[in-house]
T-cell receptor
């Protein structure tokens, strides 16, 4: 299957600082990528849809100025958590849609653990 | 997208077939059924998807009822590494999003 890679796999940052997470589609182009957040023992919650060359679309309740998304190329989207606080500590997962004839399958990265101290 | 209903948890003996049901009674004609699984502390892994015909790949088989209101994911010979949360998701071809429910926690027992 298609490969989506996230970096870093885990990061610890101090409260008030910003941290960037990268999401790359390694063997396919992705016009559209998605960012999810998952708290322990909960399901994945969609944060935003990232479209190459245009502004991201955020889900209701997600602060666009806090979670900055940039999708500058067909293989890379980045999520920057600005002014991070301990409550932002979570598992962040990206996914990328592989365009194709059969259902436009979406593939997920390995996830990035963020701990804000 | 149509909502899905899955059992909260299931157990299956190692080496046996694991059959995971999913109800999607409000599915519409252009909506696909997708299955993903999430092993602890990892991103979801794509398993299989289908529209109305049964599908099989190297990981699993997907059986969709004729009225498309339910489906079953079959792992033919479950191993311990198949222990995970399995998500059944219905998504229309033109809809970008995958919306996750609570899934089924499958535990493979030695």
């Amino acid at each position: 299957g298609a490969v989506v890679s996230q970096h870093p796999s885990w990061v610890i940052c101090k409260s008030g600082t910003s941290v960037k997470i990268e999401c790359r589609s390694l063997d396919f182009q992705a016009t559209t990528m998605f960012w999810y957040r998952q708290f322990p023992k909960q399901s994945l919650m969609l944060m935003a849809t990232s479209n190459e060359g245009s502004k991201a679309t955020y889900e209701q309740g997600v602060e666009k100025d806090k979670f900055l998304i940039n999708h500058a190329s067909l293989t890379l989207s980045t999520l920057t958590v600005t002014s991070a606080h301990p409550e932002d500590s979570s598992f962040y997962i990206c996914s990328a849609r592989q365009d194709g004839a059969s259902g436009n399958t979406i593939y997920f990265g390995e996830g990035s653990w963020l701990t804000v101290v | 997208d149509a909502k899905t209903t899955q059992p909260t948890s299931m157990d299956c003996a190692e080496g046996r077939a694991a059959n995971l049901p999913c109800n999607h009674s409000t599915i519409s004609g252009n909506e696909y059924v997708y299955w993903y699984r999430q092993i602890h502390s990892q991103g979801p892994q794509y398993i299989i998807h289908g529209l109305k015909n049964n599908e099989t790949n190297e990981m699993a088989s997907l059986i969709i009822t004729e009225d498309r209101k339910s489906s079953t994911l079959i792992l033919p010979h479950a191993t311990l590494r198949d222990t995970a949360v399995y998500y059944c998701i219905v998504r229309s071809f033109g809809n970008e999003k995958l919306t996750f429910g609570t899934g089924t926690r499958l535990t493979i027992i030695p």
